[in-house]
């Protein structure tokens, strides 16, 4: 290590991550430096590689793969140094990765590839790179792993077991290696993570004394709920707040229809109302009220008792006008394609199959993604052919076809629901009702 380098120990590596950005240095990074810190052993390392382009890996590496992680409450900043990832590499480096990989000593391999990254295929998708690794674990004769994914998906280790056998299934022997071998454990993950600005630089300088040239911000709240099996063990996380459960579906729901949807609906609502972010559309009546029946909607269907759910609420509003967090709707509404079919449509669904009504909030949202398809603001690779059709002087059409996007099985579309979203069209394109300072709460 440098001679400058405020790192105090190197830990061996014992995690390997893909995905290396600020979230997973915000999380599970976190949960691994406050683990270590209890731990009186060797503590346990982090080998993170980037998941496309190699530019967190060179600034990290330029600084001895030291960082801050400064947390902004509302009431002002608070910063420490996390020294956990021992090692920042550029994902393209497949010998790296292989022989991380293959490492004995690693037994947890983690994943923050977002929900479009499970869909990306090809050499260089994340699947075939984790299948590539578990090969070359294989060949290598080491010892089992825990795959963990860090991802806003629905039984996401399921996701990735099934992803991780497809992409092998025309090598029988891996297939057959990966059964035996390799653990995949499905979580919950929660922590809002804005993007850092050159000003945090400062902010990092005066807290630490440390120049970094990669602070990362996030709000002080943080969870992390696992389920499965770590075949060779794993840092003790429960230490920071972890949770280990049998059955993490209920707390999935939770956070994608409470924590997630709302934050699709303050983004897509609230850009149309030239908020720019979550605290912003959370001090605009109208956005915030959406939320609210959002949640009111998705409440019945979550197998929660009133007095958890109304903690759940409390705890998400202070989180939302925690205005220091400037969490931007713009970067919220990217992928709204992927986003929207878990978030909302699953909720909707779950009320038609328990006999409720049509949730009109939920509709509202999907409607007003189909507007922001329209927008200059729009990033949303999936969705391109949608964007190129949408029509919507015919909000009819314009809602089957965003519903054939985000549900492609007919049998699982509700007729009552899309309908709905054609309704909803019809109400938000009244734009100049929605932008009067008649009908905008304060900001």
């Known amino acids: 290590m440098g001679a400058d380098s405020p790192r105090t120990k190197r830990h061996p590596v014992r995690i390997v991550h893909l995905g290396l950005g600020a979230f997973h240095r915000a999380h599970q990074a976190w949960y691994t430096q406050l683990a270590n810190d209890a ?10 590689f980037t998941g496309r382009s190699p530019d967190a890996a060179t600034v990290l590496a330029a600084q001895d793969d030291v960082y801050t992680l400064i947390e902004r409450a509302g009431a002002g900043d608070s910063a420490r140094l996390i020294e956990s990832i021992s090692v920042a590499a550029d994902g393209a480096d497949e010998s ?3 022989a991380a990989m293959a490492d004995p000593a690693v037994a947890i391999v983690t994943l923050t590839i977002t929900e479009a990254g499970y869909r990306a295929m090809g ?3 994340a699947g075939a790179r984790l299948a590539d690794g578990l090969r070359a674990r294989r060949a290598a004769g080491s010892p089992p792993i825990a795959v963990v994914s860090c991802d806003n998906l629905p039984g996401n280790g399921e996701v ?47 807290l630490t004394g ?43 729901r939770r956070k994608l229809w409470l924590l997630n949807a709302g934050h699709s609906a303050l ?14 559309a959370m001090a605009d009546s109208v956005c915030r009220d959406a939320l609210e029946a959002v949640w009111a909607e998705a409440s019945p269907v ?50 038609a199959e328990a006999g409720l009504p049509v949730g009109v909030a939920e509709a509202r949202v999907v409607a007003a993604w189909i507007i922001h398809l329209t927008t200059d603001a729009v990033r949303d690779p999936g969705a391109q052919a949608l964007v190129r059709m949408l029509d919507l002087r015919d909000v009819e059409a314009s809602a089957h076809d965003a519903i054939a996007l985000l549900e492609p099985e007919p049998s699982r579309v509700d007729a009552a629901f899309v309908a709905e979203v054609a309704r909803q069209l019809v109400e938000l394109r009244r734009l100049d009702d929605l932008t009067t300072p008649e009908t905008r709460g304060a900001r």
């Open 302 to 351: 979550l197998p929660f008792d009133a007095a958890e759910l109304e903690v759940q609420f409390a705890t998400l509003r202070s989180r939302f006008e925690n205005a220091r967090i400037e969490h931007r709707l713009v970067q919220i509404a990217q992928d709204g394609s992927q986003k929207l079919p878990p978030r909302i449509l699953d909720a909707a669904r779950a009320r």
């Open 39 to 48: 731990d009186t052993d060797e503590g346990w390392g982090i080998a993170a």
């Open 160 to 206: 990735v077991r099934d992803l991780v056998r497809g992409i092998a299934s025309t090598d029988p022997g891996l297939v057959d290696w990966v059964d035996g071998n390799v653990s995949f454990v499905s979580t919950m993950v929660d922590r809002i993570t804005p993007a850092s600005t050159p000003r945090d630089q400062a902010i990092a300088r005066t």
């Open 210 to 252: 440390f120049a970094d040239a990669a602070p990362v911000v996030t709000e002080p709240f943080s969870e992390w709920v696992l389920s499965g099996a770590f075949p060779s063990g794993r840092p003790e996380w429960d230490v920071a707040g972890a949770r280990f459960v049998d059955d993490i579906e209920p707390f999935e």
């Open 267 to 280: 983004a897509y609502l609230g850009l149309l109302r030239e908020c720019t972010t979550i605290a912003e």
């Open 96 to 98: 790296l990765w292989r």
């Open 123 to 125: 050499p260089a998708s």
